[in-house]
């Protein structure tokens, strides 16, 4: 981060960002490996829809559908899986 600081960069832009986008990305992975595989990711950090950058953090999710009613994510785990 100092490195950017010195070249007159934003370290939080252009590091600590992007290096927390691929933690997220990292353990998204980590819950569905392949396409049989189900489940859901609970994210408790309100600053992914009250500050701009939480949007970076949106986008780089694969496409799946998205709810703030912890209800619906219940419903969903409680289908049984086509095993």
Excluded: H, W
């Excluded at 007159?8 to 049989?36: H, N, S």
Aim: aromatic fraction near 4%.
């Amino acid at each position: 981060m100092e490195d950017c600081r010195l070249r007159g960069g934003d370290p939080f832009d252009e590091v600590q960002l992007p290096d927390a986008v691929i933690t997220l990305k990292q353990g998204v992975g980590r819950l569905i490996r392949d396409a049989d595989d189900r489940g859901v990711l609970v994210i408790c950090d309100n600053r992914l829809v009250m500050r701009p950058y939480g949007a970076t953090f949106l986008a780089s999710l694969a496409p799946a559908p998205r709810t703030r009613d912890i209800a619906r994510a219940v419903r969903f785990l409680a289908i049984p899986s086509a095993e």
